[in-house]
Structure formats: C-alpha cells, structure tokens
C-alpha cells in the first residue's frame, strides 16, 4: 500500500481530453481527487481519437482503423469518469495567469483558480509552404483527419496527400478505408532514410507492424506512392481552387496529379502556446529543431504547480501520450504529498517511445532546405498574405533577423492562426536569408487570446461552482 499523508484537498485543473488528459484525470480520480477537466473539443478523445458526432454509426475499425481497440478503451474509460469529474467540453482556455484559467464557453467567460495545472494541449500538423497551397481545397493533414472523423465527409472528391510522417499515412489510409478517393501519396522522405532510422524504429516493433499495416491498405486500393519527392506547386485559381499538384520525383521527372483537394502536413509541432502564456521556460530542442518547453521526467515545467504532458510536450504518439499524462498526474499527487506507485515503470516505457520518436524524425525529415528555395511570391503567412518576399525584404533591408522583429515589420504571424501554421516555415526562411542558425532566429512569443474570441461575452455566474458550469454547458448544448 503506497504511503500517503494528510493533506489539504488539492484543486486540480487537466487541459485536453485526448489520451494524456484523459489518462491524467484518471490517475487523479484513482487518488480520490475530482479534477477539472476542460477540453476545446465538443467530445473527447483528442485528434487522434476524435468522437464522430451523436447519431453516426460508422464502426471504431472504420474510423480509427490500427487503433480502433486504443480508441475504444479510452473513450470506454473516460465515460466511466464522467460522474467522478467536472467535465467542461467545447470550452477554451484563452489564457493562464498566476494560479488561474481563463476560459470561454459560447460567449461566457470565467476564471479558475487551481492549485496544480497539467497541459495536455496536443499537437498540430507542422506545415512547410508551397506555391498555391493558399488555394481553396488545401488542407492540412489534421484538418482532413477532422472532416472525416466529426464531419463524416473527405476535403474532396480527388485528394492528393502530401508532405511526410506517419500521420500522412494513416490519413491516406483512413480515406480509403471510408471509401473516399486517394489520387496520390507524395512523400518528400525517401526509403534510404526509412531503413537507416531501422534501429531505432524497432524500439516499438508493434508500432513498426501498425505502418506495414496502413502500407498494406494503400496497396491493396492501388494508391500510388511515390517518396523522395519535392514539391513544385498547388495548382489551382480562385475561382474553381484546388487542380493538380506537381511534384519533381526522386529520378528529376515531374508529375502532374490532377486533384481537387490536397491535404498537406510534414510530422507534427508541439501545440505550445498555453505553456507560454503559464510562463514556462522554454529551450531550443536541437533534434527537432523547435522550442519546447522545458520539462523534467515527470512532466513538471519551470513553473511550480505547472505540468506538461503528450504531444504538447513532446510529440511522442498517443501511446506516450497516456503514459506521460498519467506521469504527469502522479508528479503532481507527490508534489501534495500524495504517494502513488508507478512512476519508475511509466519513465522505462516512455524512454522506449523517445527511441522510437527519435527514430520517426529520421525516417521522416523535416525538410528544411525547401523554405530557401521558395519562390519569392509564395505566400508562407496564409491569414495575412505575407510572401516569401515580404519576410526576405525585412530581413535582408530591415535587419529583422529575430522572429518578433520580423513580426512586427512584416505581421507574419498576426492572423487568427498566431503562427501555428506558418511560424517554423517563417523561422526556416528568416534563417537562411540571414545565413545564421535556426536557433538564432528565435520563437515568436505567445499572446492571449490564443484564439478568437467573441465580441459579446458574458460572465459566467459568480456564485457557479465548476460541475454546475459544465451542467449548465451540457444544457445549452442538448438544446
């Protein structure tokens, strides 16, 4: 029995219903704690594990395909939660401030105070531009995984899946396997690369056979794959949008694939922004060649109080994305003085999973050297239209060599998106304009909200405790 010593009932705030928020409630609620558990998302799950809506019935194999057992169990357990935790869907936390969250429901805001508060924020696809993807039918891979999951719909008739990772597999094979049409899987890594990243891969042999897998499913629809590729352009116009894609194959012919939809994505990014705004210290990771903030084995950021877990954190995959959410939980428990038992054997596991997301960053490369090589009138900043040469001019006639100096002159950055699409793109082109390392350039700072917000809020009643907001939530939204 773990030991455990009298102490003052903790007030617990989990950011993320995906596999590490829900893991962390769960370890939170073994303890005896009835956490707060807020979750941007209409239902739980996270990307990964993404509730269809109420009332479609396609089957767990049909949409999560590999991980259709993972997603069932979690979805399975976190509804066996639901009376033991105060559960705020569709609810997003704009900003964190000394002990506090600031969220918004529909158009009431409120603050929450907490003594402990773990961030299980997730990730985001990690774009490289390419001329014409401002075109309409350009998406990225998430946003294409999203359509299909809550939408029950594919981005077109003709998708073109493009870019590299595992997740522009499993996409690929998700469409397929719901019946929409891929024209085309063109992946800029190549198999040379694959098989030197062998050793490290085969720290998870079962997540190595769940890739065979969704090869076996591209096969079997006759998909061509072509790897080694390098992106030429989107085609398109903006009248009838998306048209083609072409690409220069690893033997220098090029390939025109006629498309109207192209889901674009290469790996993922850490979605960071909620750790900046609790003022967490961040570091330049050189592997991934991104900031991150900086967490100790068990989750805990520089910010007493203040835990990171999943892919917010690290992007490891959602299986280490439990095991960190519940390492998370229980560094928090022991910070309370509450003993609970675990921890060693969730740290040997995790190391297995850093092996083996060391070994996907080999397989698939972020490709770098294609921001130098940009066009100068492609756009990288979407929400503001900012070319590659609109950011080239600040750096090279304005001397804006830092990512916020470069912000400021040019607004890459300033759009509804604050940087998460174009940000590492941006840093990549700043840096080679400027021949000086990526590191160098720096990160663009967070600033609340991290999102829109409405004009006309609110206050959520000041006498409400926190199961009665998510109550009054679960109201509104039935109706």
Same mark, same amino acid.
């Given at each position: ?72 169990? *979690? $979805? ?47 990730? #985001? ?38 870019? #590299? ?77 998306? #048209?083609?894609?072409?690409?220069? *194959? ?26 900046? *705004? ?95 090589? *940009? ?17 080239? $001019? ?70 409400? $405790? ?14």
């Amino acid at each position: 029995m773990a030991a455990q010593r009298d102490v003052k009932p903790l007030n617990v705030i989990v950011i993320g219903a995906g596999p590490a928020g829900v893991r962390a409630a769960q370890a939170l609620v073994e303890a005896g704690l009835r956490p707060t558990v807020i979750d941007e998302g209409r239902r739980d799950g996270g990307q990964i594990y993404r509730r269809q809506p109420e009332g479609f019935s396609r089957t767990y194999e049909t949409l999560y395909g590999t991980e259709a057992s993972r997603a069932q169990s *979690l $979805h399975r357990e976190f509804d066996a939660l639901r009376a033991q935790i105060d559960y705020l869907p569709g609810t997003l936390v704009w900003n964190i401030g000394p002990k506090a969250v600031h969220v918004v429901s529909g158009t009431r805001y409120d603050e929450l105070a907490f003594d402990a508060l773990i961030v299980c924020s997730g990730a #985001t696809d990690r774009l490289m531009p390419v001329p014409g993807w401002h075109h309409a039918g350009t998406f990225s891979l998430g946003g294409a995984q999203v359509a299909l999951k809550s939408q029950g719909c594919a981005v077109g008739a003709r998708t073109v899946m493009m870019g #590299t990772g595992p997740l522009l597999y499993l996409v690929a094979a998700q469409y397929v396997k719901a019946g929409a049409t891929v024209s085309a899987v063109l992946d800029t890594s190549t198999l040379a690369q694959r098989v030197r990243a062998l050793p490290q891969l085969l720290a998870l042999p079962q997540a190595l056979r769940k890739g065979v897998a969704l090869m076996r499913v591209l096969r079997r629809a006759r998909v061509a794959v072509h790897r080694g590729v390098t992106p030429l352009a989107i085609d398109g116009s903006s009248e009838h949008g998306v #048209t083609g894609v072409r690409v220069k *194959l690893a033997s220098g012919a090029t390939l025109d694939v006629n498309c109207d939809a192209v889901a674009l994505g290469y790996h993922l990014r850490s979605e960071t922004q909620l750790a900046d *705004l609790a003022g967490c210290e961040f570091r330049f990771d050189s592997a991934t060649q991104t900031w991150l903030p900086h967490i100790d084995g068990d989750g805990r950021s520089s910010v007493a109080g203040v835990y990171l877990a999943g892919d917010g954190a690290r992007v490891r995959g959602a299986d280490a994305a439990e095991r960190a959410g519940r390492l998370a939980a229980l560094a928090a428990l022991r910070d309370a003085g509450i003993e609970r038992e675990g921890a060693a054997s969730l740290r040997a596991q995790l190391a297995r999973y850093t092996r083996f997301a060391a070994g996907l960053r080999a397989a698939f490369p972020w490709p770098a050297r294609f921001a130098a090589a *940009l066009p100068d009138e492609t756009i990288v900043c979407r929400c503001e239209a900012i070319t590659a040469g609109e950011l080239r $001019h600040v750096v090279r006639d304005m001397g804006a060599l830092e990512a916020n100096r470069a912000k400021a002159f040019s607004r890459v950055g300033m759009g509804r998106c604050q940087g998460r699409f174009c940000a590492h793109a941006g840093a990549e082109v700043i840096a080679a304009e400027a021949r000086v390392p990526l590191e160098a350039v720096g990160r663009l700072r967070g600033q609340a909200p991290v999102k829109p917000l409405p004009m006309a809020l609110a206050p959520a009643r000041a006498s409400s $405790h926190a199961c009665e907001r998510a109550d009054n939530h679960a109201q509104e939204f039935s109706e």
